[in-house]
């Protein structure tokens, strides 16, 4: 194999011979009583069916394989044939061995099997137990299990084996393996029993290479971002491979379950009742699912609202399609989204400040953002859920913002006093000829040393000039309230309706993603022209606000929300 090459395939565990070589940076032999029993009977419940073991990932060097991961495997397997020789000795002895850089008293020790030796090393203490656990296991039927085992070995059980080439970095591998950083994940595993050479239904050549291309479509589908981020709020942090979600969903994985190769096994389990050529028609239309759901225009934002909404998973939108007819299907989704945004009370009296009522607006905001984006121009516009969950600087976060802003909260220093009066000044300028208030505001910037009781003056009467009346009565409603990324500038979180306009229209002309309905509000598109004014957020503008989203959400609210008039 060249030295730049990977190498995967499978091998049997009769196959498996050599030299391999334990470096220095590994620990010792670790199994305890559980995993080695588990090994065991995973083997022998298989019986004659074939059964694909974890990877063993390996280095050429030499005649020999530096074994980079899969020691614990790889030694299990060794005291086991070790075992079963001593039982029948015209067995053959083990077809590989292992050495040990730092431990050669271990290499001598896994030869003889001294139990007498165990306390004297932590290596050899559990090799020693492990040695016991496998005697103890095989005592129940002793003759039996030790015939069908090295038959197993010989004709059923496989490893994958994962050989990489002789310049790769052995170290920066072991490394990345334990981190799981690269993709020996269960989509490269159950890839590997369609492709192995030998697998359970003869599958030809021909037939594996069209898998193998059908495969790889897959993942690169799943690589558009609009796709993969429509069906999870999961970054690559959780999918090194992202086909795994397709498995992990024929799986039914459970969303809190974190074993590596748990998919991995249950999908070879179900391989043991199904052909592989079934297994195959299974994850395709499994894929060809979620790409009609992300196709069809309604589907993709009501599912994508419960998904990016987190009041559903992947997995319960799967389940509860199953069987459905489309229109079952829709109904279903449509019962799900009403309970969502389902409460006890009136919209209208909720607030910013109680956190459940905060999570209770953000849910109904983000609905109300992407029911806008699907009702509107029909099927030409998209809700853009790549852009609203990742973004250039990765995870985008999202917070309730007031639309118009009356008091200081977290503006704590000079500098977020000084900001805050910096970006004020356009909007005064644009509401008053008074030089006199610009005049204090720049001299108080320009201040070597700002107080906090002058920059309170002059905070209050900015925001009067800025502000129409009842705004303080509506400040933590819905009404003043809609989705921004989050921000740490406490200085414009705190800022007048016309200083944060600006700012949206600023970042809209760079190219910044800003939720559909956000944009709308600081562009005045809901108000009234008659009633429009561009400086200030007020009563007809909060009015025309909660009509829209009763209008838009009126399938989904259990009540319109309540607009309160001015007294």
Not at 118 to 131: G, L, S, T
Not at 142 to 160: A, C, D, G, S, T
Request: charged share 25%.
């Amino acid at each position: 194999m060249e030295s730049n090459q990977i190498l995967l395939e499978t091998k049997l565990v009769s196959e498996i011979e050599g030299t391999f070589f334990v470096p220095s940076y590994q620990r010792g032999y670790r199994w305890g009583e559980d995993e080695v029993l588990r090994l065991l009977n995973d083997i022998y419940s298989n019986g004659k069916q074939n059964y694909c073991l974890q990877p063993v990932v390996v280095r050429k060097s030499g005649i020999s394989y530096e074994l980079i991961d899969g020691q614990q495997r790889l030694t299990t397997l060794y005291l086991i044939y070790r075992y079963m020789k001593n039982v029948n000795p015209f067995f053959n002895e083990p077809a590989f061995n292992l050495e040990y850089q730092t431990r050669e008293n271990s290499e001598e020790f896994l030869r003889t099997i001294d139990l007498s030796r165990r306390e004297e090393n932590i290596d050899f203490w559990f090799i020693a137990n492990a040695y016991e656990t496998i005697s103890k296991w095989f005592e129940v039927d002793k003759q039996i299990r030790v015939i069908h085992v090295f038959e197993y070995f010989k004709e059923n059980v496989k490893v994958i084996w994962y050989e990489v080439g002789e310049n790769e970095d052995a170290i920066s591998l072991f490394t990345r393996l334990n981190i799981g950083k690269i993709p020996l994940t269960s989509a490269e595993l159950v890839k590997a029993m369609f492709l192995c050479n030998n697998n359970k239904d003869g599958m030809d050549r021909e037939k594996q290479e069209e898998i193998s291309l059908q495969w790889d479509n897959m993942e690169k589908e799943l690589h558009d971002d609009s796709l993969w981020y429509f069906l999870t709020n999961q970054t690559n942090a959780r999918y090194q491979t992202r086909i795994d979600l397709i498995l992990d969903l024929i799986s039914e994985r459970p969303g809190d379950n974190r074993e590596k190769y748990y998919t991995f096994f249950k999908i070879d389990e179900l391989s043991k009742t199904i052909s592989l050529d079934e297994l195959w028609r299974m994850i395709q239309q499994t894929f060809l699912v979620l790409k009609d759901w992300y196709e069809n225009h309604e589907l993709y934002h009501k599912i994508g609202y419960l998904i990016a909404s987190e009041k559903m998973t992947l997995q319960d939108i799967f389940k509860i399609s199953s069987g459905k007819t489309k229109q079952d299907f829709r109904a279903s989704l449509d019962s799900h989204i009403r309970r969502s945004i389902a409460i006890s009370c009136n919209y209208s009296d909720l607030t910013y400040e109680r956190a459940l009522d905060y999570r209770r607006i953000s849910t109904l905001l983000l609905l109300f953002n992407i029911e806008s984006v699907r009702q509107n121009g029909e099927h030409t516009q998209w809700f853009p859920f790549d852009r609203f969950k990742f973004g250039r600087k990765g995870k985008v976060s999202w917070s309730l913002e007031h639309i118009h802003a009356q008091q200081s909260e977290g503006l704590r220093t000079q500098e977020m006093w000084k900001e805050w009066l910096t970006l004020h000044i356009p909007s005064i300028r644009a509401v008053t000829d008074d030089e006199g208030l610009i005049d204090a505001m720049q001299s108080a910037i320009d201040k070597a040393k700002l107080e906090r009781t002058e920059f309170d003056g002059l905070q209050q009467r900015v925001i009067e000039l800025l502000s129409v009346q009842g705004n303080a009565e509506y400040l933590h409603s819905i009404s003043n309230l809609a989705l921004l990324k989050s921000d740490d500038n406490a200085a414009l979180n705190n800022s007048t309706f016309d200083v944060k306009r600006n700012l949206i229209v600023n970042m809209d002309k760079e190219g910044q993603y800003i939720p559909f309905c956000t944009k709308m509000v600081f562009l005045k598109y809901y108000t009234p022209s008659e009633d429009n004014q561009l400086h200030f957020w007020g009563q007809a503008d909060r009015i025309a606000y909660v009509n829209a989203i009763n209008k838009v959400l009126a399938e989904y609210l259990p009540e319109p929300i309540a607009i309160m008039e001015e007294t």
